[in-house]
């Protein structure tokens, strides 16, 4: 057993060594980057306009709203990513990682627009009330490749209904130990107790949980962050600046190591940062299609998915980061060497014991709501692989499979657990990179019909009449009563 395990994580690290360390990064970063010209900064320049939309995205009729849906998406993107990621990134790639963080989480806005828009014009009517899609859909009616959309399936199934949902489970588990001396076994058995109802009760139960939940937990950490900020205001201009410098090397430029401590920066920066905002990844894209929009347009969707990049990376990392780096301490006593302990012993530091059970709590409301939001992703998509009519057992069997996965990852070893869920991450992102950069033109045109009812002074409506490149490949049923609403000739540009 132990030949087979060091086997298996050595092709694990080869495999992360390939597409992180050549192939993904750069990716990543080009694809956000291209996006974000060819929509002349749309992250920037629409930025109002995404906190303009929230106030209608409650409304979303007998189906899912867009609310629900962003509430859905932030559930999955915050969890161990924010927590327990960031404190892996400053412990392997130091304080400069957050910077690389950072940058992934702006240019990927727009790659969360591109894909979250995608997602939405080709999602499908499930036949109660609500949609299904993602990029397994938009891959093979937009590409009409069904083999690339298979193996997307298969990654996000793993990836997200296997390793992800044993890293949040491991990171719930660590910091209940540490904080309360609960026993892992035990934290695992809670957990089975508490997920099960939800998920077997299907996407509205799992979408209504994140809409209670997710707004609650995000505020109340943000003002427990804003607090450590104001205790520790002469450092942070000093912390800020250690950021920067550790970024592009500065601080190792004495020593010599500059070229291997910006890439170790870079990497763990743009890794850790697209396993928490998950831009680029494809993950997000399953619950924007299950929207029921407001404006009635592709294009609402990717930007209210937009702000679940800025809030969950700009907003709730920066804020672990805060606490972290301001608690310098905690960095060189060793006392918690990674994951979600660093956090705990951080905040420890700064408003004493009762810190790390507030981690503690915190970790379990946001890796709980990723732990239901994970499993929606892989049942769309389990769906999609068993069709409609045998998608019933190949639910159920899933369902036990992330069960037992939950129990697993609460006793299993993160360093084992976080290297496969990397890997799956990598092998799904690069094949939903590749997709959406083929179908970026449409993307464009969507975002530019919008655009161009909204200076008219018009309620943007999609017609996909005035898109050639959907004709034939829409589910007219999924947008009912849009035909003819878009005024002018059809485009040609999509």
Known sequence: MDSIATWFNSVVSAGNGLIWGKLLVYLLIGAGLYFTVMTRGIQFRFFGHMFSLLKGSRDGGEGISSFQALSTSLAARVGTGNLAGVAVAIYLGGPGAIFWMWMTALVGMATSFVESALAQAYKVDHGDKTFRGGPARYIERGLGQRWMAVAFSICLIIAFGLAFNSVQANSIAQAMEQAFSIPTWVVGVALLVAVAPIIFGGLRSIAKVAELIVPVMAVLYLILALVVVALNIE??????????????????????????????????????????????????PNVAATASTRPNHPAAQGFIQMLGVFFDTLVICTATAAVIILAEPALQSGDAPNGIQLTQTALTEHVGSWGGMFVAIAILLFAFTSLIANYSYGESNIEYLAGKRRSAGAVFIYRLAVLAMIMIGSVAQLKTIWGFADLSMGMMALINLIAILLLSPLAFALFRDYERQLKAGKEPTFDPDQFPKLKGKVDRSAWPGTSGQTEGATRTDA
């Open 235 to 284: 450092e942070l201009p000093g912390a800020i600046a250690l950021i920067f410098n550790s970024a592009f090397g500065l601080e190792e430029a004495a020593g010599g190591a500059v070229g291997y401590a910006v890439a170790q920066a870079m990497m763990q920066g743009i890794k850790r940062g697209l396993f928490s905002n998950e831009a680029g990844m494809g993950s997000a």
